[in-house]
T-cell receptor, first 113, second 115 residues
Framework: GDSVTQMEGPVTLSEEAFLTINCTYTATGYPSLFWYVQYPGEGLQLLLKATKADDKGSNKGFEATYRKETTSFHLEKGSVQVSDSAVYFCALSLTSGTYKYIFGTGTRLKVLA | EPEVTQTPSHQVTQMGQEVILRCVPISNHLYFYWYRQILGQKVEFLVSFYNNEISEKSEIFDDQFSVERPDGSNFTLKIRSTKLEDSAMYFC?????????????FGAGTRLSVL
């Protein structure tokens, strides 16, 4: 069935370090892919998205490229800040038959000053 | 910016009791969803709701669960007789329902603790 696999956390980095959070997916058809972020006490907020192969989503210095050949959507940021500390969720949405999201487990990021 | 609001933020209940989790979706959205996340596990889809009826539900969403849109603004999830394994964070979401985008907007969640 359709699924999303995310790297296990927590991930602890120093400020200004490079971040990669891996996400791979299994899906029938051509899903849309999303990264959501959850700050403490808040809801899941859309960080970025990509709707077709080779699309690059970007926002707030974060980027992810939809790679159909490797079924991946890895999240990257060149220089993390303490304020990026949060839980990051990778998700997919199939574009036919259903609107539900399928999520990964979430990866907790902690950035130290 | 419009947001999805969920109440309460934390609900504690005894096993076997009924609970109602409440959500106010974004006002012009047409699709509504409930998800849950058991501690340490994936966020799982429970149910989607459109045009005053369930459009899809997962195998988790058994007869103990029901959803309702009792008025023009609220969207509720009822668990009829809670079990210990219902303890989880429950997220409500809403979307405009555009196929190409399908961006869902989430509330902060309700943490349900069943004792």
């Amino acid at each position: 069935g359709d699924s999303v696999t995310q790297m296990e956390g927590p991930v602890t980095l120093s400020e200004e370090a490079f971040l990669t959070i891996n996400c791979t997916y299994t899906a029938t058809g051509y899903p849309s892919l999303f990264w959501y972020v959850q700050y403490p006490g808040e809801g899941l907020q859309l960080l970025l998205k990509a709707t077709k192969a080779d699309d690059k989503g970007s926002n707030k210095g974060f980027e992810a490229t939809y790679r159909k050949e490797t079924t991946s959507f890895h999240l990257e940021k060149g220089s993390v800040q303490v304020s990026d500390s949060a839980v990051y969720f990778c998700a997919l949405s199939l574009t036919s038959g259903t609107y539900k999201y399928i999520f990964g487990t979430g990866t907790r990021l902690k950035v130290l000053a | 910016e419009p947001e999805v609001t969920q109440t309460p933020s934390h609900q504690v209940t005894q096993m076997g009791q009924e609970v109602i989790l409440r959500c106010v979706p974004i006002s012009n959205h047409l699709y509504f969803y409930w998800y849950r996340q058991i501690l340490g596990q994936k966020v799982e889809f429970l149910v989607s709701f459109y045009n005053n009826e369930i459009s899809e539900k997962s195998e988790i969403f058994d007869d103990q669960f029901s959803v309702e849109r009792p008025d023009g603004s609220n969207f509720t999830l009822k668990i009829r007789s809670t079990k210990l394994e219902d303890s989880a964070m429950y997220f409500c979401a809403s979307s405009e329902g555009l196929v190409d985008e399908n961006i869902q907007y989430f509330g902060a969640g309700t943490r349900l603790s069943v004792l």
